[in-house]
């Protein structure tokens, strides 16, 4: 496979799983990490465009991505957790889940979504999470997370609508790594069902099996770690 694959976020546990399958593989000429914590050229942060510009242009002096994953997400922060209630809604809370959860990945679409080739099958995937889905809505709460997901799970219907104007063939999804062993996930484990807590090398693999298997009639939906399409 040739061109460059890109992982935004390199510096979290899926993240750095993604990066470190995708060197092991060999399958791209070139495999690009990015990080708020990575210095120089593979520094970006997702609430600073012009660090994303910067890294979008280190980008365009090589190989053309042909896969660009988003793997970023905030679901709690020092001792910020989601909400239980609509009487624990935060106004600033709020909006730092909608900063990391959607416009952050906005911005990484506006900057490199120009960089995909014309042709061939480029793919831009980015995290989200079942709990963005409105229909499978069952339980309510944590409601900045559920509504920045839901919001990105939108924000990739329209970008798959708009990046299929440039290259028909190009594929914008969503995925749902499931429960994995991170940072993330840490403070909400206990409740999580026998083997379905992942470590982060294996929901990487499962991951990439997925984008390997994504067809063109896929872009602008959103699929869990097993291929299953999940209704928005």
């Not at 480029?122 to 709990?131: H, N, T």
């Not at 309510?140 to 920045?148: I, K, P, T, V």
């Not at 869990?224 to 999940?230: F, L, M, V």
Request: hydrophobic share 45%; glycine share 10%.
């Amino acid at each position: 496979m040739s061109g460059s694959a890109i992982i935004i976020g390199a510096s979290g546990g899926i993240g750095g799983a993604l990066e470190a399958a995708l060197i092991e593989e060999g399958a791209y000429d070139q495999v690009w990490g990015f990080a708020r914590s990575r210095p120089g050229a593979q520094h970006l942060d997702l609430t600073d465009e012009a660090s994303i510009a910067a890294a979008a242009a280190a980008v365009a002096e090589g190989p053309a991505p042909s896969l660009i994953v988003i793997a970023t997400g905030l679901l709690h922060e020092g001792d910020r957790r989601p909400e239980k209630s609509v009487r624990d809604l935060d106004p600033q809370w709020m909006a730092r889940n909608f900063a990391i959860n959607v416009i952050g990945p906005a911005l990484v679409a506006k900057h490199f979504l120009p960089l995909l080739p014309k042709t061939g099958t480029p793919i831009l995937a980015a995290l989200s999470a079942r709990v963005g889905s409105i229909s499978d809505n069952r339980l309510g709460g944590w409601h900045a997370y559920r509504a920045s997901k839901a919001a990105l799970n939108m924000l990739i219907c329209n970008l798959a609508i708009e990046a299929r104007r440039a290259n028909d063939r190009s594929i914008i999804v969503g995925l749902h790594p499931g429960t994995v062993d991170t940072a993330l996930s840490q403070p909400f484990q206990a409740n999580v069902a026998p083997g379905k807590l992942f470590d982060a090398d294996r929901a990487a693999l499962q991951l990439l099996d997925v984008i390997e298997g994504l067809k063109v009639k896929d872009s602008g939906k959103l699929f869990a770690w097993d291929g299953e399409e999940i209704a928005p």
